[in-house]
């Protein structure tokens, strides 16, 4: 399981397997050109798990990685050149460059998303071929160190360069594990699934962004310094070019996208054939590796698009899944037993909350938010009610940080709400959900959640812990919670999402028509659940349609029309309200509001 340090023994006995494996191959090998075939692959290899490291675990996908393997390459070549010093220390500061590179680069391109993020991205290595070009940098060779080689990496035995450069793989793919098995892989994997649900739950989406650009470009400069070592010769294209972008994407997409593995098996797969047959038929076909490359992508999207690693491994899980007995019963579709309810109205509830002083927000022309005034009571259901478009939603997302209010003041327990993120909302104790349920599709049900439990959790055990006890509190127990969210039906959705909002411990929830596709069996069982947590102490904030569930639910009720609050109070007299008949309930209601909790 992702997000624990299960399993994590046996992928770094893989590692080593790997690694010794290819080593005595290496020794195997007596034909120089073939040595220097297996040094590139792992080059080739490391600069695609630095690809994978931004683009595979965030979902940023980049088209610019050469910009950092060139500037390690060219900052190494430069101090050994210009100044005489030794790859040992050239490297590091190629490391260094690079880092530097990220973060100057990330700052102004984070605010991009999709392709104008892939786009901007190859903008980078494309300006720097020409400033390198322009600096006069067009072919640099390094100069031979006869009188002292090893102390300048250079060696008449190319096995040394496999083990060096094996050794810079295996450090990245350790780097790579660790981070694919704590919080930094599974904060990065929640943004790519669902950035809003992840920036909710309490995830810093740039931080992270950040933490992975830096580790990213540390190391595609490692790769670049070591390639201009062992290659001599760099030139702006060579380091640059769009192949060099191209390849560090291809080998990952080819060998699996978002698990180290993937970079890999692709560089073992690819590069020795694009190697070989530019050795042979070069002469012919000239650019033969673009020709490999663009093959590979083709075969790869059309046969297996996530790639050869996830490929066999769901073949293999649906193997044992055929061979394995039939499943044992799926634990009881438990929610918390109707306990008996107190009746609206009829608890001590406390001051106010959460307050909202004329808070004003448009969509253009339109005032999707206009002026709304209320206070939500600490310990209460508050239900905000009202017809399709009110502004209900828009009235979460500028308490919740989505949206800036563009007018008014937000308090909550005092202090000021307007112009924070949604992640440092979430921190002081603001949890939501979603109308539509937004989950991390490809995680399990537990995992969802310890994204919540994130925001207070200070280790990756503690944020289990704190996600079990919010699971046990909405009723998934057993295989409910080991179950990958995706396929999961609307009601264990629900209660997943409430989970992780409440896996954030929060002292108030935004539900966004949390009973929306339920049956009335199914709405019962949620209805529970809200009870229990409101009694525990949660404040409760819900935008529901159903009135007859909402009725008997909630304390109090805010009344929304065309974006202003059009009537607010306790809800037998908030449903008596013509102006509220006529704008939402409708005659229907009016007639039955006699007897408003039938
Ligand atoms: N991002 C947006 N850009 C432009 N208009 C928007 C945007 N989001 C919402 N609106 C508009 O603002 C108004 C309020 O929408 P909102 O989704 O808040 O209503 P709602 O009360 O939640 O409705 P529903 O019950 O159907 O979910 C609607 O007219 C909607 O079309």
Not at 166 to 183: D, H, N, Y
Not at 275 to 286: F, Y
Not at 455 to 479: K, M, P, W
Not at 540 to 563: N, R
């Amino acid at each position: 399981m992702r997000g624990t340090r299960e399993g994590i023994g046996r992928e770094i006995g893989l590692i080593a397997l790997f690694a010794g494996a290819y080593l005595a191959i290496s020794f195997a090998v007596q034909d120089s050109y073939y040595q220097l075939i297996m040094t590139l692959v792992l080059v080739w290899a490391t600069l695609a798990m630095s690809w994978n490291f931004l683009s595979g675990y965030s979902g940023m996908i980049s088209f610019g990685q050469a910009s950092f393997f060139g500037l390690g390459g060219y900052a190494m070549t430069i101090a050994f050149v210009d100044f005489g010093i030794t790859p040992w220390l050239g490297i590091p500061i190629g490391i260094v460059v690079g880092v530097l590179a990220g973060i100057i680069i990330g700052i102004p391109t984070f605010r991009l998303r999709g392709h104008y993020f892939a786009l901007s991205m190859l903008a980078y290595p494309l300006a720097m071929l020409y400033v390198f070009e322009w600096l006069g940098y067009q072919e640099v060779s390094l100069p031979m160190m006869r009188e002292a080689p090893a102390a300048f990496m250079q060696f008449s035995d190319q096995r040394v360069y496999i083990a060096l450069a094996l050794g810079m793989l295996v450090i990245c793919m350790l780097v790579s594990l660790l981070a694919e098995r704590t919080r930094f892989g599974m904060s990065l994997l929640a943004v790519k699934q669902n950035e809003l649900a992840a920036e909710a739950a309490g995830i810093d989406s740039w931080r992270w962004k950040m933490y992975a650009m830096m580790v990213s470009s540390a190391m595609a400069a490692a790769a670049g310094g070591f390639y201009a070592v062992v290659v001599l010769v760099v030139t702006p294209p060579s380091l640059f070019g769009m192949l060099v972008s191209a390849q560090a994407l291809i080998l990952t997409l080819f060998g699996g996208v978002g698990v180290y593995w993937g970079p890999v098996i692709g560089a073992i797969v690819l590069v020795p054939l694009a190697e070989t047959l530019h050795a042979e038929l070069g002469h012919i076909v000239p650019g033969i590796q673009g020709v490999v490359y663009g093959v590979a992508i083709i075969v790869i999207i059309l046969s297996a698009p996530d790639g050869i690693y996830w490929s066999i491994r769901d073949r293999l899980a649906r193997r044992r899944r055929a061979g394995a007995p039939a499943e044992a019963a799926p634990a009881p579709d438990v929610a918390f037993p109707a306990a008996p309810v107190p009746a609206a109205g009829d608890r001590t509830l406390g001051g106010p909350l959460l307050e909202l002083e004329n808070v004003s927000l448009s969509f253009g022309g339109l005032k999707a938010v206009d002026n709304v005034t209320l206070t939500v009571r600490e310990g209460s259901i508050h239900g905000i009610i009202g017809p399709n478009g009110a502004g209900k939603t828009t009235l979460f997302n500028v308490i919740n940080g989505f949206l800036k209010a563009e007018s008014g003041s937000i308090r909550f327990e005092g202090g000021e709400l307007v112009g924070l993120k949604p992640h440092k909302v979430c921190a002081l104790g603001l949890g939501r959900t979603f109308q539509v349920v937004r989950a991390f599709p490809r995680m399990s049900v537990l995992e969802n959640v310890m994204v919540g439990a994130y925001v207070h959790a200070a280790t990756d055990a503690e944020a289990v812990h704190r996600a079990r006890e919010a699971l046990q509190r909405v009723g998934l127990s057993g295989d409910q919670i080991t179950a990958t969210a995706s396929g999961l039906p609307t009601k264990q959705l629900r209660l997943m999402e409430l989970a992780r909002a409440l896996a954030a411990r929060p002292r108030l929830l935004l539900l966004d028509e949390t009973l929306a596709g339920l049956g009335h069996a199914e709405l019962d069982d949620i209805l529970a659940v809200i009870r229990q947590v409101n009694r525990e102490g949660v404040t409760v904030v819900i935008i529901e349609h159903t009135m007859q569930a909402m009725v008997k639910l909630a304390d109090a009720f805010s009344v929304l029309d065309h974006g202003s609050l059009i009537a607010g109070g306790a809800p037998a007299s908030v449903v008596k309200d013509p102006r509220v008949i006529e704008a939402y309930l409708g005659r229907k209601w009016m007639d039955r509001a006699q007897d408003p909790v039938a």
